[in-house]
């Protein structure tokens, strides 16, 4: 018996020997570095998910950061960030603690207005939530952001956060009463109270800048190619290598990603990133159309968070056995912001089929019925998004519907039916386009 054993493990030794002989040293190395940049894609993508978002600010606006970059109208196809709500008004602050120390954003208290606002990293991990269902309640407050290494004692009078990044950035929706054009100039308003100033200028704030993205082709959907490793490689220049992550530095370097080197692959890397970068999103692809655990057991809805994701997010990673980057990489391959307590100022919920299981076609027909009396405080909302982009479909004068729109349309029972496709039933307004859609409500 042991002979025999000793036998198969001998003939399993001499294949897997000449199998290895078989590839060329180039064609190795070729494998190598393809698997490699696979996985730096899927581990990396909500650091580049949030540098592109950065760099569309930078390059199309003229904000900067440590400033209020917003929208003065409910986003529209221009903006093509991921999965956004066309039903608030958008004020992003992009903040950067390297040289400007620790930086304060100053949120206004909950009075003619509210903010559903989140705060987090360049690794998109929340540090806090604020306006009513964050840490001020509505209150309003200060938020202190303090750099990696912060050695001082936070000021008192502050909501201090301690950051793994220098940079990172807030998201923050001023809520909606209505799309009429006060409402709509109300929230503005609102939002426009927000200030942003470094700590080290407190006792005389300089007057924070605001610049309108409103219409601005804004395109920060995940670029599958090249593109997303010199977005990574931007992200390994600024910022410190966090202990978690420290197994990436060796895998990236054989990318040609090393700290303090420029980036600078030839033709045949290049071409080996694009293949790679290819391949990570039909990894991530097929991980979408398996779907995320349904709200209950026969729902087609889901919530877009994986359990552990959400775990693992919420406690800063600080779970010992989860580090969950393939949930992660999915969650931001289709959407932005972490948020540290999921489920109160908002709750998603993503369909990417009908009730009968088929993907939905923009070339066909829907209905989505709301019940009545939706247990929500200020308003519901669906919106179509595009498959795959996931922004919104391009060239659609209007993505969503929600129950603050007026012209939105009750039935008897108090409940409302949303009708999504490329020609509206009689009397509706609601037009598509020929793309595949999801939907998020």
């Given at each position: 018996?042991?002979?025999?054993?000793?036998?198969?493990?001998?003939?399993?030794?001499?294949?897997?020997?000449?199998?290895?002989?078989?590839?060329?040293?180039?064609?190795?190395?070729?494998?190598?570095?393809?698997?490699?940049?696979?996985?730096?894609?899927?581990?990396?993508?909500?650091?580049?998910?949030?540098?592109l978002?950065?760099?569309?600010?930078?390059?199309?606006?003229?904000?900067?950061?440590?400033?209020?970059?917003?929208?003065?109208?409910?986003?529209?196809?221009?903006?093509?960030?991921?999965?956004?709500?066309?039903?608030?008004?958008?004020?992003?602050?992009?903040?950067?603690?390297?040289e400007?120390?620790?930086?304060v954003?100053?949120v206004?208290?909950?009075?003619?207005?509210?903010?559903?606002?989140?705060?987090?990293?360049?690794?998109?991990?929340?540090?806090?939530?604020?306006?009513?269902?964050?840490?001020?309640?509505?209150?309003?407050?200060?938020?202190?952001?303090?750099?990696?290494?912060?050695?001082?004692?936070?000021?008192?009078?502050?909501?201090?956060?301690?950051?793994?990044?220098?940079?990172?950035?807030?998201?923050?929706?001023?809520?909606?009463?209505s799309?009429?054009?006060?409402?709509?100039?109300?929230?503005?308003?609102?939002?426009?109270?927000?200030?942003?100033?470094?700590?080290?200028?407190?006792?005389?704030?300089?007057?924070?800048?605001?610049t309108?993205?409103?219409?601005?082709?804004?395109?920060?959907?995940?670029?599958?190619?090249?593109?997303?490793?010199?977005?990574?490689?931007?992200?390994?220049?600024?910022?410190?290598?966090?202990?978690?992550?420290?197994?990436?530095?060796?895998?990236?370097?054989?990318?040609?990603?090393?700290?303090?080197?420029?980036?600078?692959?030839?033709?045949?890397?290049?071409?080996?990133?694009?293949?790679?970068?290819?391949?990570?999103?039909?990894?991530?692809?097929?991980?979408?159309?398996?779907?995320?655990?349904?709200?209950?057991?026969?729902?087609?809805?889901?919530?877009p968070?994986?359990?552990?994701?959400?775990?693992?997010?919420?406690?800063?990673?600080?779970?010992?056995?989860?580090?969950?980057?393939?949930?992660?990489?999915?969650?931001?391959?289709?959407?932005?912001i972490?948020?540290?307590?999921?489920?109160?100022?908002?709750?998603?919920?993503?369909?990417?089929?009908?009730?009968?299981?088929?993907?939905?076609?923009?070339?066909?027909?829907y209905?989505?019925?709301?019940?009545?009396?939706?247990?929500?405080?200020l308003?519901?909302?669906?919106?179509?998004?595009?498959?795959?982009?996931?922004?919104?479909v391009?060239?659609?004068?209007?993505?969503?519907?929600a129950?603050?729109?007026?012209?939105?349309?009750m039935?008897?029972?108090?409940?409302?039916?949303?009708?999504?496709?490329p020609?509206p039933?009689e009397?509706?307004?609601?037009?598509?386009?020929?793309?595949?859609?999801?939907?998020?409500?």
């Open positions: 018996m042991l002979k025999t054993i000793l036998t198969v493990l001998s003939l399993l030794a001499a294949i897997c020997t000449a199998t290895a002989q078989g590839i060329a040293p180039g064609e190795s190395q070729r494998r190598a570095i393809e698997r490699r940049a696979v996985e730096a894609v899927i581990w990396g993508m909500p650091a580049v998910n949030y540098d978002m950065l760099q569309e600010m930078l390059s199309k606006t003229a904000g900067k950061v440590n400033q209020v970059t917003y929208w003065s109208r409910p986003v529209n196809w221009h903006n093509q960030t991921l999965t956004p709500n066309p039903d608030a008004i958008y004020f992003m602050v992009f903040f950067d603690t390297k400007a120390g620790p930086i954003i100053n206004p208290p909950a009075e003619g207005g509210s903010f559903a606002a989140n705060i987090d990293t360049v690794w998109q991990m929340p540090l806090e939530d604020a306006g009513p269902y964050g840490a001020d309640k509505g209150a309003g407050g200060k938020y202190l952001i303090l750099p990696p290494g912060y050695q001082g004692e936070a000021p008192d009078g502050y909501i201090a956060v301690q950051s793994e990044t220098f940079g990172g950035y807030a998201l923050l929706r001023s809520n909606l009463a799309h009429r054009d006060a409402d709509i100039e109300k929230a503005v308003a609102y939002g426009k109270r927000l200030k942003v100033y470094p700590l080290s200028q407190e006792a005389s704030p300089p007057e924070t800048i605001y309108d993205a409103n219409n601005v082709l804004y395109d920060s959907t995940i670029a599958y190619d090249v593109r997303f490793f010199e977005s990574l490689d931007r992200i390994v220049q600024s910022e410190p290598w966090l202990t978690r992550d420290k197994a990436m530095i060796d895998q990236l370097k054989s990318l040609g990603i090393e700290k303090g080197k420029p980036f600078a692959p030839d033709a045949e890397t290049t071409a080996v990133l694009n293949n790679a970068a290819t391949e990570a999103r039909a990894f991530l692809d097929h991980m979408y159309e398996v779907g995320y655990p349904p709200f209950f057991p026969t729902a087609h809805w889901a919530v968070a994986f359990p552990d994701l959400v775990k693992a997010g919420s406690s800063g990673y600080a779970e010992p056995d989860i580090y969950p980057v393939d949930y992660r990489a999915l969650t931001y391959s289709m959407g932005y972490g948020i540290k307590r999921l489920g109160t100022a908002q709750t998603y919920l993503i369909a990417n089929k009908d009730r009968d299981g088929e993907a939905f076609a923009g070339s066909r027909s209905r989505l019925h709301v019940p009545a009396n939706v247990p929500v405080e308003y519901w909302s669906v919106t179509v998004y595009d498959r795959q982009t996931h922004a919104l391009k060239n659609t004068d209007r993505a969503s519907r129950s603050n729109a007026a012209e939105v349309q039935n008897p029972d108090g409940s409302t039916d949303i009708f999504f496709g020609k039933p009397g509706k307004e609601f037009e598509l386009g020929a793309h595949r859609p999801a939907a998020r409500l």
